[in-house]
């Protein structure tokens, strides 16, 4: 018997460990071009088109600055409530559509996936990319309503000395989101009932993510084990301390929401590599 | 050691194992068994039973195989037709050689790239332009930006839809988006192409120029492509060997020509029943009709 050597071997056993990020490498430009596919055709056959990227949260700041700070009363010590908001929301939303449209990865895809083979984690690793764009609209009209309460109003904003650690704060946010949302995805070829836990979960989430409600209230009321253990808490109120200089953070905070979503991508990508195989058969 | 260099796909013991019902591959309760099964280091329960793939007779088990010890080699500039009847396990056979699903026991080894034909366009977006959807869609095959350029001219040219392609997909019609689709595959280089019933789709014309392709695909390049259809004239003009499947196994293999007399023969006994001896007979029996045969231009 003479040896055998083989480029590829198909076999029922899959390397749990063995995440081939030279496959990855290799479909890169299928990366791009999913994030192409993404941007461009979102708003195809809308007439305000990219303008609802800015819609979303500014309508959402001016409602829930209305309601939560005029007739609620919260206070946002000395940051304006609407741009305390926006910063908050802004942030949340990175997070949340990154969420919901990985945990979809599977379901959504199934036609294409059964057909043809390519790294299925490009999928969700091009969701969170093109939310990542998204996102940067997004700050651009937070960056105007920044300029226009910096320069026209008596009110002083400015940000945190650490300004340049915000993109490593948005890394750490898109990888949670990332292997929260490809545990989920893995999970729901199996039990689709997670499809409707993610989207009533993410509203009910954010209310305990400080994104309307600062930290300083939860511990007033001494209620911060609501908050305590979400690392999104954590994240929106350092992005909040990083952008208008306003909230407290720890360094417990800070270690804590760094290895919570290196983890989280760790078994996501595990899992995820898991299901690929034969969630065709399942979904 | 020559003989080794020549095969290019090997497919060893390979089977597939699908459960009946709602459920994929089980339940909960499935799920935990074989965990436990697992740990304590035991089989999984429910591989041991082995029933054969007949859809039309009702089984005990709840579990099928949809392919069961297949084993066959490809050489390299071969192509080998795939033939069987609904449900004998061709296109099991084809998404575990694509990769889109496992295998449940076996293994399938080979050398270079295995790309498959896309059904008609998939992983087409409606949304975007002829133009754009072939670059995405030759992405999804495995070709980088750089080889699509490359052949952007030829693939318009041999999709023939050249005056639609910055037209968005959704206004193709079906026969146009199957041609685009084939036209990117067909550019796509691969050392084994997978070819699974696109060519019904097309107009004369065009699986003409598709067959055309194909072979020459394999005879000038040197390339393998594993086809399957139920088209018995085209298997036996494009390829060279066959194999037959059915319930899951492989019942014949050999040249393309052997392999689809086989096929029909088969299925001729199958429907082929004596006058003679049929009681619902009526007339003064003067004359007899002892047979009856149905022909195609083969004489099969």
């Known amino acids: ?283 | 050691m020559m003989e080794q260099q020549d095969v290019i796909l090997k497919v060893e013991n390979l089977s597939k194992q699908y459960r009946l019902g709602s459920v994929g591959t089980g339940t909960i309760s499935h799920d935990l068994n074989r965990f436990f099964a697992k740990i304590s280091g035991k089989k999984d329960p429910y591989l041991k039973i082995g029933v054969s793939n007949d859809r039309s007779i009702k089984g005990a088990s709840h579990y099928v195989w949809a392919l069961k010890d297949i084993n066959f080699e490809v050489k390299k500039g071969e192509v080998l037709g795939i033939i069987g009847k609904n449900g004998a396990g061709k296109s099991t056979l084809l998404k575990i050689l694509s990769k889109v699903t496992g295998p449940t026991t076996g293994s399938v080894k080979f050398n270079g790239r295995i790309a498959s034909l896309l059904e008609v366009g998939t992983g087409f977006h409606p949304e975007m332009t002829g133009k754009e959807n072939i670059f995405l869609n030759g992405a999804i095959l495995g070709m980088t930006k750089k080889e699509i350029s490359r052949k952007l001219g030829e693939i318009i040219n041999f999709s023939g839809c050249e005056r639609y392609i910055d037209t968005p997909v959704k206004r193709y019609s079906s026969g146009m988006k199957v041609r685009l689709a084939f036209a990117v595959a067909a550019f796509l280089e691969p050392d084994i192409l997978i070819v699974d019933e696109v060519l019904a789709v097309g107009d004369a014309e065009f699986q003409k120029k598709a067959i055309g392709k194909m072979q020459d695909i394999s005879s000038q390049v040197g390339r393998t492509v594993l086809f399957v259809s139920h088209d018995m004239a085209a298997v036996q003009s494009l390829c060279t060997q066959g194999v037959l499947l059915e319930n899951g196994e492989i019942i014949f293999s050999g040249t393309s020509q052997d392999t689809v007399h086989f096929y029909l023969n088969a299925e001729r006994k199958k429907v082929t029943q004596n006058l003679l001896k049929r009681t619902d007979r009526r007339g003064s029996g003067e004359v007899r009709f002892s047979k009856v045969e149905m022909l195609n231009e083969f004489g099969n």
Do not use: H
């Open chain 1, 1 to 283: 018997m003479e040896k055998e050597n083989w480029l590829f071997n198909i076999s029922p056993k899959n390397n749990t460990f063995n995440l081939n990020l030279k496959e990855v490498w290799q479909y890169r430009d299928l990366l791009f071009l999913f994030v192409k596919r993404d941007v461009v055709t979102l708003y195809k056959q809308t007439i305000l088109g990219p303008l609802w990227y800015l819609i979303q949260p500014l309508f959402t700041s001016v409602i829930f600055t209305l309601v939560f700070n005029n007739v609620a009363g919260i206070q946002t010590g000395e940051i304006p409530p609407f741009l305390f908001n926006l910063a908050g929301i802004t942030t949340w939303n990175y997070f949340k559509e990154c969420l919901i449209a990985t945990s979809d990865t599977f379901k959504k895809n199934e036609q294409i996936f059964g057909k043809v083979y390519f790294p299925r984690i490009i999928m969700p690793m091009s969701i969170v990319v093109s939310n990542l764009l998204k996102f940067g609209i997004q700050l651009l009209i937070l960056l105007g309503f920044y300029l226009y309460y910096a320069f026209y109003t008596t009110t002083v904003v400015r940000p945190n000395q650490f300004l340049f650690l915000f993109p490593v704060l948005i890394l750490i946010m898109g990888m949670l989101g990332l292997g929260l949302g490809m545990i989920i995805s893995s999970m729901v070829t199996k039990y689709r009932d997670l499809t409707f836990l993610v989207s009533f979960g993410t509203q009910l989430l954010m209310y305990i993510s400080l994104v309307v409600i600062p930290f300083s209230l939860f511990q007033e009321k001494g209620v911060e084990w609501l908050v305590m253990y979400n690392p999104m808490g954590y994240i929106i109120e350092m992005a909040r301390f990083l952008l208008l200089n306003e909230g407290n953070i720890s360094q417990f905070g800070i270690a804590y929401t760094f290895i919570s979503s290196v983890m989280c991508l760790f078994f996501g990508t595990v899992i995820f590599n898991k299901t690929e195989k034969t969630f065709i058969d399942t979904i």
